[in-house]
RNA sequence: GGUGGCGUAGCUCAGUUGGUUAGAGCGUGGGAUUCAUAACCCCAAGGUCGGUGGUUCAAUUCCACCCGCCACCA
């Protein structure tokens, strides 16, 4: 037994998140970690909603409420969706909560102990309508290379120049649209990371574990040099920065930048969950008190592996403390709208939300990781979806838990038989089983998604191959003992793809375990080797054929959610 | 513009440390079966492995360039 910390990386608070953004962290965190509670492993999973910068600022001014009204509804939002979609977090967090700020602020405070902060000043667009300062972003006006009017503050998209907002022609806020600007001087904090640069790269080298994905975006920063870094920003909502425990002179209106204080959220909403649990944090992030033996699991979409490789390592190793960091991480491409981008102004996509509005959870986990944008972007189109789903789910699995549960209902008195010895037939069933365990196992551990799940549909395809030799409903007629055989086989078989199934779609899998009356204690990862994996429904067990599993889709539900989500 | 990735059967993707007939699932066609969600099982057809050159006895696999798509950076 091992233990397990498990991270999904944060959606930001601004809205309900898409299917590529499940696809890519949340759902396989929660995949892996529930294969590993199977085997047994201590597991600690976290999740948070990242809630700070200006998007969220920019959104809830757009919704008409404060931001922390904003982000208490879309939290509940979201965490409503997490729990749709059965991600079983030990905790979801909010990166706007206490802890998150406490550690922000200690780490800042140890960082610049370490001679890794200062202080610079620069100037910067300030909006005295708006009585803030603005991102570059969030500065318009016309490009003085190409006269477009609405260039951006850093670029200029008619033109492509590089732009600084102070050199924008007739500037006004993107925010209120006034013009009443002028450049003032601002101070921030920088996080030295050239510092730090020989020591990151030497933890990439030694990390040889990590995906090549991840490997080769870290290096792409770490080659181009890592830069000094502002680490706060002119913004209310945030965190506030500190010295020594109090407000840090010159800036009592600035907070840390997002990026600094979301990846700490990670160790905040831990605290989040034990001082809610009573448990104890620090055993799972403090190496010096019991989180050695832990093996840390980060999970990500590409554009989050450089911060997690090189940014927030910095402030890790950095703070000169004995934090836990990342020991094996997992980075996904994006999946995409049948290869274009998923866009919620234009409505081309669906939604976490709209997702559990036409289909069960269960469909949709299979689906996104039967097809993880693993190695590259994976297109997702509805008829895929359809194809797969029916395919796998209804006429694989589902069918295959229903044709024998029903035989054994309709012939043996719905109670699994003891009679009748096994043949060849069954040892050969047995060792392509085993080795189908083993595969699955691997691509488990490995946090190869889309293979572990074709692996388990191969598991699957074995019981119909089985049953269609062994064919108890030709048996039964001259020999019942033979036809006992079978169905004591086929139903041990359903009750094992059903444990296996559990971490992809838990709530079919139940629903299966439930019916064959398989003992919680039994809901364990199986051994490859063991035959206590064919041994999970008693003989003389009563069992109830579960109700139809998968509900087929049919055409004409692809054809009016191609019209309502924008398909092609 | 720079950097990186990708481009393999109708579709979604594996794979090849360079070497006889390039794989899977879906879809399609045929057969078998009837316990089952017209499901399952078996068989088959389908690809000059993006293009052009180069290295090599041999390249889909290495190299160069080109085209297309994607991402990141500036």
Redesign the pocket.
């Known amino acids: 037994m091992a233990r397990f910390l498990i991270t999904s990386a944060l959606p930001y608070i601004n809205g309900v998140k898409h299917l590529g953004n499940l696809a890519g962290s949340m759902l396989p965190s929660d995949v892996h970690a529930r294969f590993r509670r199977m085997q047994g492993h201590e597991v600690l999973f976290i999740c948070a909603t990242d809630e700070h910068g200006t998007p969220a600022e920019l959104a809830a001014a757009e919704a008409g409420v404060d931001v922390r009204a904003y982000c208490d509804e879309q939290h509940d939002v979201q965490k409503r969706a997490g729990e749709g979609f059965r991600l079983s977090f030990d905790w979801f967090g909010r990166s706007s909560n206490p802890p998150n700020h406490r550690l922000t602020q200690h780490f800042c405070e140890v960082l610049e102990k370490n001679g890794l902060i200062e202080e610079r000043v620069s100037r910067q667009v300030y909006s005295i309508d708006d009585g803030r300062f603005l991102p570059d972003r969030y500065v318009e006006g016309t490009c003085p290379v190409c006269a477009f009017e609405r260039a951006r503050g850093d670029?200029c998209d008619n033109c492509?120049s590089?732009l600084d907002p102070v050199d924008l022609k007739n500037p006004r806020s993107k925010i209120s649209g006034s013009s009443n600007l002028e450049v003032r001087d601002t101070a921030h904090l920088f996080l030295k990371q050239g510092q730090m640069q020989d020591r990151i790269r030497a933890w990439v080298d030694a990390a040889t574990e990590w995906p090549s994905l991840a490997r080769?975006i870290a290096y792409?920063w770490l080659d181009?040099g890592l830069i000094d870094r502002a680490i706060t920003r002119d913004l209310s909502w945030g965190v506030r920065v500190t010295k020594d425990g109090a407000p840090r002179p010159g800036f009592e209106e600035k907070v840390f930048y997002v990026w600094f204080d979301a990846p700490v959220e990670y160790i905040g909403a831990t605290v989040e969950w034990a001082e809610a649990t009573g448990n104890d944090w620090r055993r799972w992030w403090r190496t010096d008190e019991g989180a050695g033996d832990v093996t840390y699991v980060q999970v990500m979409g590409?554009?989050n592996v450089?911060f997690h490789t090189v940014s927030f390592p910095v402030t890790i190793m950095g703070s000169g403390e004995p934090w836990k960091l990342v020991d094996r991480l997992k980075a996904f491409n994006?999946v995409t709208w049948y290869?274009?981008?998923f866009s919620t102004s234009e409505k081309r996509g669906i939604f976490m939300d709209q997702a559990l509005e036409i289909a069960p959870s269960d469909v949709w986990r299979w689906h996104l990781m039967a097809?993880a944008?693993?190695?590259?972007?994976?297109?997702f189109?509805l008829e895929?979806f359809q194809?797969?789903v029916?395919?796998?789910l209804?006429?694989?699995f589902?069918?295959f838990?229903?044709?024998?549960t029903?035989?054994c209902a309709?012939k043996f008195d719905a109670t699994a038989p003891g009679e009748g010895s096994e043949t060849e037939l069954e040892t050969k069933l047995r060792a392509d089983v085993a080795a189908k365990l083993a595969a699955i196992t691997q691509h488990h551990e490995d946090m190869e998604f889309?293979k572990a799940a074709?692996e388990t549909?191969a598991l699957w395809?074995l019981g119909?191959?089985y049953?269609?030799v062994a064919a108890p409903?030709?048996a039964i007629k001259t020999d019942p003992a033979r036809a006992a055989v079978g169905v004591r086989m086929g139903l041990n078989l359903a009750a094992l793809f059903a444990v296996v199934a559990l971490p992809f779609i838990p709530d079919a899998a139940t629903a299966v375990l439930d019916g064959l009356r398989v003992a919680p204690d039994k809901r364990v990862w199986p051994k490859a080797e063991s035959a206590a994996a064919l041994a999970l429904v008693d003989v003389g067990q009563t069992i109830a054929p579960p109700d139809?599993?998968?509900?087929?889709i049919e055409d004409a539900d692809v054809a009016a959610w191609s019209e309502r989500f924008g398909a092609g």
């Open positions: 670029q492509g590089l080769s792409k181009e590409k554009d450089a994006w290869g274009g981008k097809n944008p693993e190695s590259s972007d994976a297109a189109t895929q194809a797969g029916n395919a796998d209804a006429n694989v589902g069918n838990v229903n044709r024998i029903r035989f309709a889309r074709a549909r395809a119909n191959e049953l269609q409903w030709t139809v599993l998968f509900k087929k």
